[in-house]
């Protein structure tokens, strides 16, 4: 079972857990929570969806060469309502998302919004786990919203 838990809001960004089997796996940073979609800046809505490997779009051509023989497609979220071509991808910011989730190892809160840190080290770890999800039948992924407020103390 794949899971993407919703934790924290802020001013443009989401910041989520990914649980596989129960056992999280790393940080999410996603767009802002809207209740109409802007294009590009807008996470998916909670759902479940089938999670594959794309290995015809646009991203999988900049990912094969950096990821050599373990790149098999791009991590793809289907049949989201109004989204298409929806990737697990790396990147650090918000303004990185386009409204796709993005992995991470830490987190920080610079200013209004979150952002992931090591997103290559997480997408490198957590990758090989998902294709073998999908492999074995079980791309499925469940996203929810359990959100709270954030607070370092």
Same mark, same amino acid.
């Given at each position: 079972m794949?899971?993407?838990?919703?934790?924290?809001?802020?001013? #443009?960004?989401t %910041?989520?857990?990914l649980?596989?089997d +129960?056992?999280?796996?790393? *940080?999410i940073?996603?767009?802002?929570? !809207?209740?109409?979609?802007?294009?590009?800046?807008?996470?998916?809505?909670e759902? #479940?969806?089938? %999670?594959?490997?794309?290995?015809?779009? +646009?991203?999988?051509?900049? *990912?094969?060469?950096?990821f050599?023989? !373990?790149?098999?497609?791009?991590?793809?979220?289907r049949?989201?309502p109004?989204?298409?071509?929806?990737?697990?991808?790396?990147?650090?910011?918000?303004?990185?998302?386009k409204?796709c989730?993005?992995?991470?190892?830490?987190f920080r809160?610079?200013?209004?919004?979150?952002?992931?840190v090591?997103?290559?080290l997480?997408?490198?770890?957590?990758?090989?786990?998902l294709?073998?999800k999908?492999?074995?039948?079980?791309?499925?992924?469940?996203?929810?919203?359990?959100?709270?407020?954030?607070?370092?103390?």
């Open positions: 794949i899971e993407l838990v919703r934790v924290y809001s802020a001013e #443009n960004s %910041l989520s857990h649980y596989i +129960g056992l999280f796996a790393c *940080y940073l996603e767009d802002k929570i !809207r209740s109409s979609k802007v294009f590009g800046k807008t996470c998916i809505p759902g #479940n969806y089938p %999670l594959e490997l794309n290995s015809t779009a +646009g991203m999988n051509s900049q *990912y094969a060469p950096k050599g023989r !373990r790149h098999q497609g791009m991590l793809e979220i049949k989201i109004d989204f298409s071509l929806v990737f697990f991808h790396i990147g650090n910011y918000h303004s990185d998302t409204g989730p993005l992995m991470g190892s830490y809160k610079e200013g209004q919004d979150f952002m992931v090591q997103s290559a997480a997408y490198k770890t957590w990758y090989p786990v294709v073998e999908i492999r074995m039948g079980s791309g499925r992924i469940k996203i929810v919203n359990r959100l709270k407020e954030f607070n370092y103390d």
